[in-house]
């Protein structure tokens, strides 16, 4: 599809063509289209821009992710589609290991994923090989299966679009949780220490440069209020629809 520049809808749009040829090209199942379009709706509230509470949380992103032992960055197909270069940049510059995590879990679809992110400059993606399969204690099936090197040693993981069932089962087993979910109302978004409500498109290319930024500086990670910064976003929701139905 040719999506005219000037159209107004023209970023969502192109965001929309990227996971359509990731759903094409396997790396994204129908429920993630799904999400996907949940996540637009959202977008929608809080004006298809960068608010200040996600530019709030993604410095303490940066901060905890430059400060962790061992981070990871879970990966599952529609983050993949949607910034597969912004993950390879943002694993060097906070020293991240790359794992493939998914909610359906296939093992076609994980080396799908894993060779899309390779094509993008990624040198090493965890979660293929079982031989390093562990168990998440308390979680059903397919879903609870984590990389010995990645999530399951890691003590901080930035997971992108995440259920909520495995974000609540990460902060069990004693993880720092950093999320990107344009749905402030999300069991992710609720659960984790850190949510960034912003369109991981967008978010991602910000959460990159502060990472940078702030490599070169002395840090201390401040007390961070999740619940507190996802009001404000609620709020900044409100505010816009108070400003559009009162124009
Ligand atoms: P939960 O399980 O956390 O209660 P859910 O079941 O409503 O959430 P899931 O499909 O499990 O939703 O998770 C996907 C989440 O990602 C949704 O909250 C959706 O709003 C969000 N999302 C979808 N696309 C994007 C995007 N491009 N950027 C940021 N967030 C997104
Ligand atoms: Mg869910």
Redesign the pocket.
């Known amino acids: 599809m040719l999506i005219p520049k000037t159209h107004p809808k023209a970023a969502s749009l192109y965001?929309r063509e990227k996971l359509v040829k990731g759903y094409r090209s396997g790396l994204v199942i129908e429920?993630g289209l799904m999400?996907?379009g949940?996540?637009?709706a959202?977008d929608y509230l809080i004006g298809e821009k960068t608010s200040k509470n996600a530019l709030r949380a993604l410095k303490e992103a940066a901060k905890l992710l430059l400060l962790a032992k061992s981070p990871v960055i879970s990966v599952n197909g529609?983050v993949a589609s949607?910034c597969p270069k912004e993950i390879v940049k943002l694993a060097k510059v906070v020293n991240a290991k790359i794992e493939v995590n998914l909610?359906y879990a296939s093992e076609k679809r994980k080396k799908t994923i894993a060779g899309f992110l390779k094509r993008n400059g990624a040198k090493q993606i965890l979660g293929v090989d079982p031989r390093f399969s562990r168990k998440i204690p308390r979680l059903d099936s397919a879903r609870r299966i984590v990389d010995k090197r990645g999530i399951f040693s890691a003590d901080v993981v930035l997971v992108?679009?995440?259920?909520?069932?495995r974000?609540i089962a990460l902060k069990k087993l004693g993880k720092k949780v950093i999320t990107?979910?344009?749905?402030p109302l999300?069991?992710?978004?609720q659960a984790a220490d850190i949510t960034i409500v912003?369109?991981?498109?967008r978010g991602m290319r910000i959460l990159i440069e502060m990472s940078m930024k702030l490599k070169k500086k002395k840090l201390v990670a401040d007390k961070f209020n999740n619940k507190k910064n996802l009001s404000q976003a609620l709020v900044e929701m409100n505010n816009n629809l108070r400003r559009i139905s009162y124009a």
Do not use: C, K, M, Q
């Open positions: 965001i429920e999400a996907h949940r996540g637009e959202f529609n949607l909610f992108p679009l995440e259920d909520g069932d974000t990107f979910d344009l749905n999300s069991r992710t978004a912003d369109n991981v498109v």
